[in-house]
């Protein structure tokens, strides 16, 4: 039903509709009667939310990268390079106090506009609380297809979401050896890992499969090998 209300399930796309109410409520807020103390709350959701998706990403690459540098300590090869993953650098701290419970606020403020004798499609979809009509999909089928390019000479990775949550991505630096390397929410991610000596080239390697709900769902991508060099 293309006027059902929803809050979507994905981390990323609930941190865009928060970012769009954030955004346009306020155009609204005389004709459906929202208050000052609603809009704030969006608004401070909306920094917060932000601030913990763009941490939680910050610290997952930084426990990525300590281990693989234990697994290199570890398991070799003695090739390998060892560089000790730099500390994560966090976003700054938002300075107003936080919510809690941000989507049951959100659904119920969604529910009362909805209800109000002034709302109207184009507000909805101004808004970005009309759920989307898309067709159902098989998760079973999903497979990525990675592509890259280059940013300082470090691989800049690409991909469609295709209505996903995000998409976990393995790599191999030259072991022979698949291992995490991250999982991004959204796609477009540049591997700062450290590049060879100069003057060698290196033949780094990708993998990658979707997630919803925090679970893998399809097939691995094909592997992508690009080959790096400083």
Do not use: C
Request: aromatic share 8%.
């Amino acid at each position: 039903m293309p006027n059902s209300t929803s809050i979507p399930i994905g981390d990323a796309r609930k941190l865009e509709l928060l970012q769009q109410l954030d955004n346009q409520l306020p155009n609204y807020s005389v004709a459906l009667e929202i208050s000052p103390d609603d809009l704030s709350q969006i608004s401070i959701s909306s920094i917060w939310f932000d601030y913990s998706l763009k941490a939680q990403i910050a610290a997952k690459n930084y426990a990525n990268a300590l281990f693989a540098f234990k697994r290199a300590l570890r398991d070799g090869p003695k090739s390998a390079t060892l560089n000790l993953p730099s500390a994560p650098v966090l976003p700054d701290t938002p300075t107003s106090p936080a919510n809690t419970d941000i989507f049951g606020f959100l659904g119920a403020l969604i529910t009362r506009i909805k209800k109000h004798k002034n709302y109207t499609e184009s507000i909805g979809k101004a808004l970005g609380i009309i759920a989307a009509q898309t067709p159902s999909i098989d998760p079973t089928t999903l497979q990525p297809i990675l592509s890259a390019d280059f940013q300082g000479g470090h691989p800049v990775l690409h991909w469609k979401s295709n209505g996903t949550d995000a998409l976990e991505i393995e790599a191999d630096h030259g072991t022979g050896i698949f291992s995490l390397h991250t999982i991004k929410m959204s796609p477009g991610y540049q591997d700062n890992t450290p590049l060879p000596a100069s003057g060698i080239v290196t033949l780094w390697r990708y993998r990658a499969i979707y997630h919803i709900h925090d679970e893998q769902v399809g097939q691995w991508s094909q592997v992508l090998e690009i080959g790096v060099k400083n």
